[in-house]
C-alpha cells in the first residue's frame, strides 16, 4: 500500500470512529503508519502545470506515443525533467495510449536471390517494400506500396491507388532509382505484382537482386512489417478517408513526419532523416582523414619524437 493510501485510511478511520474516539496518534499505531509519513505535505513543483500542459500537447501531436519517447520529446524541447517524474504525471493524469481507437474525418487544404536472411550493412543495400490494405468511406478498397530502405529505416515512398499493376509497380521504383540511386537488393514478399516477369527482368536490368521470403512467412520481411505496423497503428487506424486524392495529401504528410521529425528507437531515437545525414556526413570526412594519413602517415616521426 503507498503512503498517500496509508494516509487516507488513517484519516476514514478517524473519521468514521470520530475523531474524539480515536487520536491521530493511536490511529497510525494500530495501523503501523508512522505519524511523520501521515502529516506529509506534498509539494508540488511550480512548474508541474506547465509540464502537464506540454504533455498534453504533444501527447496531442503524438497520440500513439508512450510515456518514454514523450518524456524524450520533453527533453528534446529543452525540459529538464526526470523519467520517472513523467511516468508518476503520466499515470496521475490517466494519459496511457488506448488500445482501440476511433477514425475521424479530417479535410485537406537483379536476379533472384536465395538469402532472404540478408542483413542490411549500409544506406541503400537493402530496400523492402509491401503492401499495405485500407478502406475509404464507401467501402472502396485502397492499396498502399509502401518502400522502406532497412538499414536508415526511411520510408522512401507510400504510393496510393485503387490497384496496382506490375507496370505501376516498375514505375514507383524507376522513380525512386533516378531520385535515390539503386540499391543492391530489394526485399519483398511472393505477391504477384513482385513475382511477375516483367519485374524480375526490370530489377535484373537495373542490376538489383531479388530476395523473396518463404511464403506465409512474413517475419522473414520484418522491417517494412514493422513500419506497416506503425502506419496502421498512427495513421490508418485513427483517419476516415473520402478519397484517393485525400488519403494521398495526409499520408504523404505522416511520411514526411515520420521521416524527419519522428525519433526512431532503433537509432537511438534519432529520425530516420537525421541519421541517414549523420552517415552521409561520417562517409564525406573518411577520405579527408585518409588523405592526411597518407600525406603525413607518422607526424609523431616526422616531429623527431
Known amino acids: ?126 530496400w523492402s517494400y509491401d503492401f499495405v490494405i485500407d478502406r475509404t468511406e464507401d467501402g472502396r478498397q485502397l492499396r498502399l506500396l509502401v518502400v522502406i530502405d532497412e538499414y536508415t529505416r526511411e520510408c522512401l515512398a507510400i504510393e496510393v491507388a485503387r490497384s496496382f499493376t506490375a507496370e505501376d509497380v516498375i514505375g514507383v521504383l524507376q522513380y525512386l532509382f533516378a531520385v535515390r540511386g539503386t540499391p543492391q537488393h530489394i526485399r519483398s514478399d511472393n505477391g504477384p505484382e513482385f513475382v511477375a516477369n516483367t519485374v524480375r527482368r526490370w530489377l535484373e536490368r537495373a542490376t538489383v537482386k531479388t530476395l523473396f521470403i518463404a511464403k506465409g512467412s512474413p517475419w522473414e520481411n520484418g522491417y517494412v512489417e514493422s513500419f506497416n505496423g506503425k502506419l496502421r497503428d498512427e495513421l490508418l487506424n485513427s483517419e476516415l478517408f473520402l478519397s484517393t486524392e485525400e488519403t494521398r495529401w495526409v499520408i504523404d504528410r505522416w511520411r514526411l513526419d515520420y521521416n524527419h521529425h519522428r525519433p526512431h528507437s532503433a537509432l537511438e531515437f534519432q529520425t530516420p532523416a537525421a541519421y541517414a545525414a549523420g552517415l552521409l556526413a561520417s562517409v564525406r570526412a573518411t577520405p579527408s582523414l585518409q588523405q592526411a594519413s597518407r600525406t603525413n602517415p607518422n607526424p609523431l616521426t616526422e616531429a623527431g619524437t
Not at 478511520?13 to 474524539?20: A, I, K, S
Open 1 to 126: 500500500m503507498s503512503p498517500e493510501r496509508r494516509r487516507r485510511t488513517v484519516a476514514d478511520v478517524r473519521r468514521r470512529l470520530g475523531p474524539e474516539q480515536v487520536s491521530e496518534r493511536r490511529a497510525c499505531r494500530v495501523l503501523g503508519q508512522s505519524r511523520t509519513t501521515q502529516r506529509y505535505q506534498a509539494r508540488r513543483p511550480a512548474n508541474e502545470r506547465h509540464l502537464l500542459a506540454e504533455m498534453r500537447r504533444l501527447a496531442r501531436e503524438r497520440p500513439r506515443f508512450g510515456c518514454e519517447r514523450i518524456h524524450r520529446q520533453l527533453v528534446a524541447c529543452g525540459w529538464r525533467v526526470n523519467e520517472k517524474r513523467v511516468h508518476r504525471l503520466w499515470k496521475r493524469e490517466n494519459m496511457q495510449v488506448p488500445r482501440k481507437q476511433h477514425r475521424r474525418r479530417r479535410f485537406p487544404g537483379g536476379s533472384e536471390n536465395s538469402c532472404v536472411r540478408r542483413r542490411a550493412e549500409h544506406k541503400d543495400h537493402v
